[in-house]
Every structure is written in C-alpha cells, then in structure tokens.
C-alpha cells in the first residue's frame, strides 16, 4: 500500500471520483469539505455496489491479511468443496492462477508480518473518525460500539487461529478470553455449540451501510459537490489533466480517482496499469426483525461467518468466493449462510430471509492501493477487500490531504 505524505493545503481542482461506494463517497466528501471541486460518478446509485450488503463491520482489529501460513494446506478443499469459506471453481482457476501464486507467496511469514503492520496503521482511529464523520452527516445513531464477538466450539478450534491472535496481541490491541457463561453474558442466543469467545472491544459496527453512504453523498451534496449517475467508460491522458468518456462523451478534469472497486481494473489496465486484483466475492443473508439475536458484531470463527444487528433485520455474510466478476451468483452459498445460523440461533424459525452476493475488490496480500498512480494526475483507492467499510474514512482523509498539497503530483 502506497501512503503519500501529509501536505499543506492546495489550490481548488475539478476533480472526478470514479465509484460512489463508502470509499469513493468518503473521497469526494474529504476533498469537498476542503474546497475542491469535485464529481462523484458511479454507473449505480451511491452505496447500491458492495457498500450495500456489507455487514457495517468498523473492525480495528482485523491486522491478519487473508494469506496466512498454511493456507497452502487448505487449496483441495478450495478447489472440490463448495462450502469451503474460501471457494474457487476449478473452472475459474486457469484465469485465477497468476492472482492464486501471489495470494500464496503472500502468505510467507515476513509478507504476512509486514501486511500486518501495515493494515494497523490505516485501521488506527478507524472507530473514532467514523464516528466523527456519522455525526457530521446527521447519521450519529448508525455507529454502534459495542466490540466484536469471535465464537469457537472448543480450545483446539480457537488454537488454530493462533497466529491471528499473536499478531493482535503484537499491536497492542486489546481482547479478552471468555469460556461459555462470559459468552452468555454477551450474547445469550448463542448455541451450545460455541465454548469458546473472544471478545475485542474497541471495533464497531455499522447499523445500516447503505443509508450510511446515503447520508455522506447528501452531505457532499449539500456543499456544492455534484452527483452524477453515468458510466465511465474510458480515461486517457488530455494535455495537463484527464478525458473521461462516458454517457456524456468526452470530459475533461485536472485529476482522477479511481475508486471502483472490483472495476476498476477495467479503466486502468488500458493504461497500462495493471493490478492484481480480484473479486473476493461474498454473500450475505438477511432475515427481517430480527435484529435482537445479537447485539453487536459476532464471528463463528471456524465457519468464517459474521453476523450483524442492522437497522432493518440480521445481516449474516462472510465466505470468500474467487470466481471473477461475469460469473452468475452461486446463491447455495447464501443459503448455506442462513442455515447455519439457523442451526446455530434459537429464534429464527419463523424468520424469513433475503439474499445478496457481492464483489469485494481483493488484493493478493491484503494490502489496498492507496495515492498517486505513475501517470500524473490520477489517484488510486483500491482494493481494500473486506475492509472498505473500515478504512473508508482513513483512505479518504490520505487521499484529500495528498492530493491538494502545494505540489501535487
């Protein structure tokens, strides 16, 4: 990840944000607030792309990357079960493989160690300026702080993610051991198969993402930034600034950022700039009124599950499938979600659910892409996997205060 340095204010730009999820929106809403001109494009509705079903984790703590040692071991259950939490179609694997032999290569102890420093730094604060910014755009009640819940059935099975734990422990994050009464006390509905919890109490959750990402385009709204539904096409290089070709043709503006997520690498590969990023696709399903089941963020830890309260019901998501951005959704892989949480939950019985499957912008080691490209005047952030949510903010605030510095590049 590329991080340019704190600079100075700088003069007003006509500036394009390309992608109106959390991150883009938290872009074109930084760089607003000081004093930029700027357009928000995206080819959807703001928020309606990965933003939307999401599972408003603000987690702090998630310092491991994806690649962790061993996962070699776990590549013939990738490639033969479908309800692996981390899935690839043998079909999909010649297209995967280059993507695969980074992701593993990422997964050697010094990456893994250097990811994870990494990651803490653009986590740090992340609840905080959350909060700061909710309150700034009228939404202060969607911010909830009430920690993170990881579940596992026994000592053995929390054993194996040992190495995850070292690594927060390393940063000084804080968590606590609980046996099953501590887990009760937290989170009562939880089933008898779980023995084992940690709880981490300073990561957050966000109650409803989509009227989240809502609140922060109106604000930028508001104070004169402009909101535009079109598809970007193409970029290329316009005397000292950038063409962009869409629905409108050809426009010109001073600077770029790229913040499509899982797309962007369709505006960037022709030119020349070629990421290795991948769909982390995931899945969730919601089940309507039932938001009480839990009460704040919680992980079945050996499925790769995350529950959530939302404003409008239990959001459950999580598995990881590599299968590209034309592939159809496997929506076994929603249904699989509901029903363990069915047989892991009293109180779902009558609830009925709803599923979604969305594209979350991976890179191999973790690592998004943040701050200038090669090519001057054009700015990247992307790639933060399943962590848009938590470092929209940080990424945001890097990306305003690099980019109107006195000598932008």
Known sequence: MRIAATPSPGPEQ?????????????????????????????????????????????????????????????LPSMLRDPESPLFLPLGYLPRALPWLLRFLASARAAKVAEASRTLARLHAGAVAAHQALAREVGVPELILQRGQLHLYPDSRAHAQDEAAWRLRASHGLPFTLLDRPGILELEPHVG?????????????????????????????????????????????RDGDGWELNSGRGGEHFSRVVVAAGAWSTRLLEPLGIRLPLESQRGYHAQFSGCAGLVSRSVVLADRKIFLAPMEDGLRVGGTVEIAGLDRPPDMRRARLLERIVRETFDGLANAT????????????????????????????AVGHGHLGMTDSVNTAQRIAESMLARHPR
């Open 353 to 380: 659910a709803t599923h979604w499957m969305g594209h979350r912008p991976c890179m191999p080691d973790s690592l998004p892409v943040i701050g200038p490209a090669a090519e001057p005047g054009l700015w990247l």
């Open 192 to 236: 008898k198969r779980y023995t084992v919890g940690v709880f981490l109490p300073d990561d957050g959750t966000i109650l409803n993402p989509l009227r989240y990402v809502q609140a922060i385009v109106r604000a930028f709204a508001a104070r004169g930034g402009e909101v535009r539904r079109d598809e970007v096409r193409a970029l290329k």
């Open 14 to 74: 006509r500036i394009a944000v390309i992608g109106a999820g959390i991150v883009g929106a938290c872009i074109a809403h930084a760089l607003r607030r000081r004093g930029a001109d700027v357009v928000l494009i995206d080819r959807d509705e703001p928020g309606r792309g990965c933003s939307f079903g999401n599972l408003g984790a603000i987690s702090m703590s998630s310092v491991a990357p994806l690649a962790m040692p061993g996962v070699l071991a776990s």
